[in-house]
């Protein structure tokens, strides 16, 4: 069965500062790539998405993440967080062959001044 | 550009009472997905359709029933709640492209509390 795991639930970081969210999967077939970022009382938003080429993908708001398939992992970075980006951010793979988008539990990533 | 709609946005039901939530997308999607988000638990599948005509199981089934009504419509019945019920739904959407899963779109999600 495929799973995914976010390690760190919360994660703190001063404005200015970088980030890096960890996202790692299992799956016994090729995988598409997600990351979504909630805000408060909201729905979710997609950040980035991986579905093929260039390993390194840039999303909205200043994001990116690489995609490391012999780790299987798909981190979200950012160079300098802000205020705004304090949220809950989601990684989701969607397996080959299948409807399916499974989630990870989520990080909470607050930002302080 | 709606997207995806939820209704309603908030719901308190009794234990054993029933209720149906709605979605619709209107970005012609073919398939449509519902999932619950509980704290420290990330968003977990319900059921899922991957076309109009078909519906499948997700991780947590149990105590739901779903109709996908036509291509842009799909609802999700609670027949009796109970309180390990309360959560936040979310409905989305996708579509396939040559093949490919792209992202899933979702709604602005229903917020349920069980009494």
């Known amino acids: 069965a495929q799973s995914v795991t976010q390690l760190d639930s919360q994660v703190p970081v001063f404005e200015e500062a970088p980030v890096e969210l960890r996202c790692n999967y299992s799956?016994?077939?090729?995988?598409?790539l997600f990351w979504y970022v909630q805000y408060p009382n909201q729905g979710l938003q997609l950040l980035l998405k991986?579905?093929?080429?260039?390993?390194l993908v840039k999303g909205i708001n200043g994001f990116e993440a690489e995609f490391n398939k012999s780790q299987t992992s798909f981190h979200l970075r950012k160079p300098s967080v802000h205020i705004s980006d304090t949220a809950e951010y989601f990684c989701a793979v969607s397996p080959s062959g299948t409807y399916k988008y499974i989630f990870g539990t989520g990080t909470r990533l607050k930002v302080l001044a | 550009n709606a997207g995806v709609t939820q209704t309603p946005k908030f719901q308190v039901l009794k234990t054993g009472q029933s209720m149906t939530l709605q979605c619709a997308q209107d970005m012609n999607h073919n398939s449509m997905y519902w999932y619950r988000q509980d704290p420290g638990m990330g968003l977990r599948l319900i059921y899922y359709?991957?076309?109009?005509?078909?519906?499948d199981k997700g991780e947590v089934p149990n105590g739901y029933n779903v109709s996908r009504l036509n291509k842009r419509e799909f609802s999700l019945r609670l027949e009796s709640a109970a309180p390990s019920q309360t959560s936040v739904y979310f409905c989305a959407s996708s579509e396939k492209l040559d093949r490919v899963n792209t992202e899933a779109f979702f709604g602005q999600g229903t917020r349920l509390t069980v009494v």
């Open positions: 359709s991957a076309s109009e005509g078909t519906t």
């Open positions: 799956s016994s077939v090729s995988v598409y």
């Open positions: 991986y579905l093929s080429g260039s390993t």
